[in-house]
């Protein structure tokens, strides 16, 4: 048996990796994937297109291609009202590298990264993954985030708070007020803020995202993790970006070059040309959501012992159960009865007694497969 480092032992096989390389029978019902259902717009594929034939097929540059970069730094001054230069910037695989990367530059073993309780279960994994030590705090009564019982989780060991924004799995879309609290208690403990935001574009009509960048006069400590998968339907093409503080740039790059090396250049080209392209394919899809999020809700709001919170963001339905059971073996029998969905017990200590449904699948799926849930709880009340 090969020896693993000690805290690859820990985190191999959890349920998040379980997850990923389960077998699922054919025929499932897939309420629990974070893809979208449509396929990514034409005019970005016709740009990646255009790219690999202009020659984009080699080792991109520095940071990233000009283009992308560029076409980031415009992105944030729209969206944030925040003045970023390419050279603050870089490209990154999906979220999911700039992730790993904020983790090894800031935690050493037994350090304590603050996240919120349930939040996206690739976080703790990382964390512990490097022998530091994810401390969950609650959110309040409406799943939001309670800046006082995050202050009370400070530690000297404290070195970062990450989250999400619209919060996967709640789907909650965080208020200013949190937002603005937790960029000054980071201020007064003197840690990184890093917010991943890769839901930021997928929002509930009423429900506004306030981006972490926009608050510029922490901009020392604030670092944003962005993805194009959720937002472009583009989950394949493994593209995201980390702004960063000054003077850090080179150091975080360094970290990500050293696992992931340069991003594919044509990628980034189509990357380029969703930022600076039309919104209305991003609008279009937002209208889906919403109306998939609305016939998710009502559909499991029906079940007895189920009590879905409201979608805001993101396209996950978070679901309170009322039933003597622990969640791994409800979503268990959910499973036996050809539905994948994930257990809340994935997202962290609270997530105990809930469950997480995806609607980023059609309006047939979603009928077939809540319609099975709710036998499934029939059976089991
Ligand atoms: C909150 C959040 N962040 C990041 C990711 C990773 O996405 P990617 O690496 O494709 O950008 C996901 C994927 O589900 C997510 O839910």
Redesign the pocket.
């Known amino acids: 048996m090969a020896r693993l480092s000690r805290y690859v032992q820990h985190t191999s096989g959890g349920q998040r990796a379980k997850h990923m390389t389960v077998k699922r029978p054919p025929g499932t019902t897939r309420l629990d994937s974070?893809t979208p259902s449509f396929p990514t717009p034409p005019h970005i594929s016709q740009a990646a297109k255009d790219a690999i034939d202009a020659g984009y097929t080699f080792y991109a540059p520095g940071y990233g291609e000009p283009e992308l970069l560029e076409a980031i730094c415009e992105t944030i001054h729209k969206e944030a009202g925040a003045e970023y230069t390419p050279d603050e910037v870089f490209a990154t695989?999906?979220?999911?590298?700039g992730?790993y990367t904020v983790m090894t530059a800031f935690l050493d073993p037994g350090d304590e990264a603050i996240l919120m309780d349930p939040t996206?279960s690739?976080y703790a994994h990382v964390i512990e993954q490097l022998g530091a030590v994810p401390v969950y705090v609650p959110h309040n009564d409406e799943y939001h985030i309670d800046v006082d019982a995050v202050r009370a989780a400070v530690t000297d060991k404290t070195r970062l708070i990450l989250f999400?924004n619209p919060n996967?799995p709640s789907g909650v879309v965080y208020r200013r007020e949190a937002l603005q609290g937790l960029t000054e208690l980071c201020a007064e403990k003197d840690l990184f803020l890093i917010s991943?935001e890769?839901?930021e574009k997928i929002l509930q009509p009423g429900y506004e995202h306030v981006p972490l960048l926009s608050f510029t006069e922490h901009r020392d400590r604030i670092i944003l993790?962005n993805?194009?998968?959720?937002t472009y339907s583009m989950?394949g093409w493994?593209l995201?970006y980390m702004v960063t503080p000054p003077g850090l740039t080179s150091i975080l790059f360094g970290v990500h070059r050293s696992i992931n090396g340069p991003i594919c250049s044509f990628v980034q080209m189509a990357g380029a040309a969703a930022l600076r392209g039309s919104q209305e394919c991003v609008a279009e899809m937002a209208r889906e959501y919403h109306k998939r999020g609305s016939l998710m809700y009502r559909l499991a709001g029906e079940i007895p012992g189920m009590v879905p919170i409201q979608p805001q963001g993101?396209f996950y339905l978070y679901c309170r159960y009322e039933l003597p059971l622990p969640s791994k073996e409800v979503n268990q029998r959910i499973w036996e009865a050809g539905v994948a969905a994930r257990s809340g017990s994935e997202f962290g200590t609270t997530g105990e007694g809930h469950l997480r449904f995806t609607y980023s699948v059609d309006e047939a799926t979603i009928e077939k497969g809540m319609g099975i849930v709710r036998q499934v709880f029939e059976q089991l009340a």
């Open positions: 974070g695989n999906g979220a999911s590298s992730i996206f690739l999400c996967n991943d890769a839901y993790l993805s194009f998968s959720k989950t493994r995201g993101g």
